[in-house]
């Protein structure tokens, strides 16, 4: 059992950088991918990027990458989303998700993680 607790979000004008953070609970956090995903109002939840157990590869939507990077720390059970460059329709509520990783999964398919947190808000104004 994994239990995630997403920090950091507020509200910010474009051109600013903001980093959420996932806590998450549980020993066993070094053997799970994690995933962040965001969801607009009145839109789908949509992926944003992913690590695998142990850092060494990383997956970005095409609409954050080269904006947002995604790191992990195992020994503090933490993951974090360092977003730079926000602009307006990066406006969402943004959620950690957490899977056992095998190395085979789809990391940008949200039907592919068992866990999830409540989500953080961010808000970026024009």
């Known amino acids: 059992q994994v239990q995630l607790v997403e920090s950091g979000g507020g509200l910010v004008q474009a051109g600013v950088s903001l980093r959420l953070s996932c806590a998450a609970s549980?020993?066993?956090?070094?053997?799970?991918?994690m995933g962040w995903f965001r969801q607009a109002p009145g839109k789908e939840r949509d992926f944003v990027g992913a690590i695998s157990w142990n850092g060494g590869s990383t997956y970005y939507a095409d609409s954050v990458k080269g904006r947002f990077t995604i790191s992990r720390d195992n020994a503090k059970n933490k993951v974090y989303l360092q977003m730079n460059i926000l602009k307006p329709e990066d406006t969402a509520v943004y959620y950690c998700?957490?899977?056992?990783?095998?190395?085979?999964?789809?990391?940008?398919?949200?039907?592919?993680?068992?866990?999830w947190g409540q989500g953080t808000q961010v808000t970026v104004s024009s």
């Open positions: 998700a957490a899977e056992y990783d095998t190395g085979r999964i789809a990391y940008y398919d949200e039907r592919r993680y068992t866990y």
């Open positions: 549980g020993r066993t956090f070094i053997c799970y991918a």
